[in-house]
């Protein structure tokens, strides 16, 4: 099937975030006087919703976690957004979907703010219709709410639109609103995470969903 319009989560999908978001993570910690030396441990904090990680993995609480919040994104309006880079072939894959006149837009739980930063930042603003994420008050951080918020906004039919992301949540938000969903395995979801939410697609490449999408074969 030939989607018309396509969903693209950013962190782990369009671009890899890692060293940004885990030294900021880091850096949140820190003020907590929580020690973390290996960022690598801070990988589980890539995709899901923020203080809900805070929560789940350093049992912070109410106002330690907003705290927490704030000190993170004190260093990531300023340093850490920008510590990112561009998957290899991405921008090659959405010139290629531009010219083919699919709606592109950004889905992304990541706040508006600092993704719409981000877009710009690399020079992908031509190729996305509008980038959507949560608000800085948590409004919309869910992918259900956000799916749902996209597809009123730009009055999109459910049936004619795709969720490409890595991570799970991607593939429940797409699911609870009836969109279909393309899980990606070069993110940061781990290839048992993202089956066990059964996927419309699975492509474990950038060149495997590249060619596909060349293909119209999603």
């Known amino acids: 099937m030939r989607y018309k319009v396509l969903l693209f989560d950013l962190d782990g999908t369009l671009t890899d975030p890692r060293e940004g978001i885990t030294r900021c993570v880091q850096h949140a910690l820190a003020c907590q006087q929580i020690d973390e030396p290996d960022r690598s441990k801070l990988d589980c904090f890539i995709g899901p919703p923020l203080k809900q990680s805070f929560i789940d993995w350093y049992g912070m609480e109410g106002n330690a976690a907003d705290r927490a919040v704030a000190d993170y994104r004190e260093r990531f309006g300023e340093i850490g957004m920008f510590e990112n880079t561009l998957y290899a072939g991405i921008v090659e894959l959405l010139t290629g979907l531009k ?8 889905a992304t739980s990541k706040p508006w703010f600092y993704a719409r930063q981000i877009i ?13 994420g949560s608000e800085l008050d ?7 709410a956000l799916i749902a918020h996209i597809l009123r906004e730009e009055r999109i039919e459910a049936g004619h639109a795709l969720m490409i992301g890595d991570r799970r949540y991607d593939l429940i938000g ?8 393309a899980a990606v395995g070069y993110g940061y979801g781990s290839r048992d995470e993202l089956m066990a939410e059964q996927p419309d697609h699975y492509f474990a490449t950038l060149a495997e969903l590249d060619e596909a999408l060349r293909a119209c074969r999603v």
């Open 120 to 132: 710009t930042h690399f020079g992908l603003d031509e190729f996305f219709g509008r980038v959507y």
């Open 99 to 106: 010219r083919s006149g699919r709606q592109l837009f950004v």
């Open 138 to 144: 948590g409004t919309r951080v869910e992918k259900h």
């Open 174 to 181: 797409a699911r609870h609103n009836g969109v279909a969903a």
